[in-house]
């Protein structure tokens, strides 16, 4: 049973690009949720989505940041126009159907890099 | 004030030392913790649970002092290996959303020195 999956693993982007991150949850979890990480700080959490609901976005900044859980394939976390701001790493969690905070496993995360 | 905030580390500390980290927490109504083991460049991992009064894992025990809003991580001979940042996260009982939520601290990094 293959683990969360992310990818890319490393993006690199030129201010004013886009951004798109995709996490692919362990098979038979429906929720997913996106974290971000700057160097040195905790986890900030982002967004928690089931398969085609935004469940909770109140820690997704409103503007250029979007999400979706589509009923086939991954979740992908888009960033608009990137800024050197939004480079940090960003992890991507999944848990099955009813499942608490205890049961969330987390993919490897991706690296988004602005130049 | 942030709803979980941790000891800032880092801690360096020779092999074979025991170390304690603590974490402290805002909401009174969370029931569950957790601590995670985060790797450098590595997602974090569940290290433990701590729903009751404490919990131990080997040379781990997590305690937990609900009157006080703390929990508490203990290793006990501490190994090479056991060099990482340390996270603690709180589940926020559903208010203003349906779910619990889990909040994160900023993490505690702990070097193990030969």
């Known amino acids: 049973n293959a683990g969360v999956m992310q990818n890319p693993r490393h993006l690199v982007r030129r201010r004013g690009q886009e951004a798109r991150l995709r996490c692919s949850p362990m098979?038979?979890?429906?929720?997913v949720y996106w974290y971000r990480q700057l160097p040195e700080e905790g986890l900030k959490f982002m967004v928690y989505?089931?398969?085609?609901?935004?469940?909770?976005e109140s820690g997704m900044p409103k503007e250029r940041f979007s999400a979706e859980f589509p009923k086939e394939g991954p979740s992908i976390l888009r960033i608009q126009q990137v800024v050197r701001g939004d480079s940090a790493a960003y992890f991507c969690?999944?848990?099955?159907?009813?499942?608490?905070?205890?049961?969330?496993?987390f993919g490897p995360g991706t690296r988004l890099t602005v130049l | 004030r942030k709803e979980v905030e941790q000891d800032p580390g880092p801690f360096n500390v020779p092999e074979g030392a025991t170390v304690a980290f603590n974490c402290t927490y805002s909401n009174s109504a969370s029931q569950s913790f957790f601590w995670y083991r985060q790797d450098c460049r590595k997602e974090p991992k569940l290290l433990m649970s701590?729903?009751?009064s404490g919990n131990e894992d080997g040379r781990f025990t997590a305690q937990l002092n609900r009157a006080s809003q703390y929990i508490s991580l203990l290793i006990r001979d501490s190994k090479l290996s056991d060099s990482a940042t340390y996270l603690c996260?709180?589940?926020?009982?559903?208010?203003?959303?349906?779910?619990?939520?889990?909040?994160f601290g900023p993490g505690t990094s702990l070097s193990v020195i030969p």
């Open positions: 996260a709180a589940l926020r009982p559903p208010l203003k959303t349906s779910y619990d939520k889990v909040i």
């Open positions: 701590v729903y009751s």
């Open positions: 969690a999944s848990s099955p159907p009813g499942g608490y905070a205890d049961t969330q496993y």
């Open positions: 098979k038979g979890h429906s929720h």
């Open positions: 989505l089931q398969k085609e609901n935004i469940i909770d």
